[in-house]
């Protein structure tokens, strides 16, 4: 079964420590609402839409008041459930996707699957704690943690960087495109075994 370009993903997820809202179209037009409560989150999911092609609307209120943990955490839980069940419908898709993105000093290998399998191999070694609010060990959490909910082999290997900006915001944008490529539908099987 494809899916049409009209199509929109919609999940809450209200706990005692945080209330998401999300709604979001991969096949979009860069419409994007995004408000996790943390600034630099929202750049680094704008940067990901962005160059996915998402619409992606996004609101979160968390418990900022104790830490960062919970809600980035959260958004990968929501953001990966969405993803999956957006790939799920789409029907027969490239399923493989690849990039190696420059961004200036840095260079991010992002290779993903959109297999039903779920794992993830990331090499982030910041040389920082702390990136626009955001404890730097957050961010292999939220790549884990995506991978998980998405279903999907998601590889991140920085080759290069000296600036931890550049690092992440470079994952970010490398899976957006990985992402893109792997979504395209196509023909016939994307699998041997007849199913992911």
């Known amino acids: 079964m494809s899916v049409s370009k009209s199509a929109m993903i919609s999940i809450e997820r209200k706990t005692k420590e945080t209330d998401i809202k999300l709604q979001l179209r991969v096949d979009g037009s860069q419409s994007l609402n995004i408000d996790t409560g943390i600034g630099f989150l929202d750049h680094m999911l704008t940067a990901l839409s962005s160059h996915a092609r998402w619409?992606?609307?996004?609101?979160?209120?968390?418990?900022?008041?104790?830490?960062?943990?919970?809600?980035?955490e959260d958004v990968a839980i929501v953001l990966g459930q969405a993803l999956q069940q957006a790939w799920r419908e789409r029907g027969t898709i490239q399923r493989y996707g690849?990039?190696?993105?420059?961004?200036?000093?840095?260079?991010?290998?992002?290779?993903?699957d959109l297999s039903?399998?779920?794992?993830?191999?990331?090499?982030?070694?910041?040389t920082r704690e702390v990136i626009g609010g955001i404890s730097t060990e957050m961010f292999e959490h939220f790549f884990y943690t995506l991978a998980m909910q998405a279903q999907i082999t998601l590889h991140l290997k920085p080759m290069?960087?000296?600036?931890?900006?550049?690092?992440i915001e470079?994952?970010?944008?490398?899976?957006?495109y990985a992402l893109k490529e792997a979504l395209v539908t196509t023909d016939g099987?994307?699998?041997?075994k007849g199913m992911l």
Do not use: W
């Open 189 to 192: 099987s994307n699998s041997t």
């Open 170 to 176: 470079g994952c970010f944008k490398a899976l957006a």
């Open 160 to 167: 290069t960087f000296r600036n931890n900006h550049h690092l």
């Open 116 to 126: 039903g399998r779920p794992y993830y191999i990331g090499e982030l070694e910041f």
């Open 55 to 72: 619409d992606l609307d996004l609101t979160v209120k968390g418990d900022l008041e104790v830490d960062d943990h919970h809600t980035v």
């Open 98 to 112: 690849q990039r190696l993105l420059p961004m200036d000093e840095a260079l991010i290998l992002c290779a993903v």
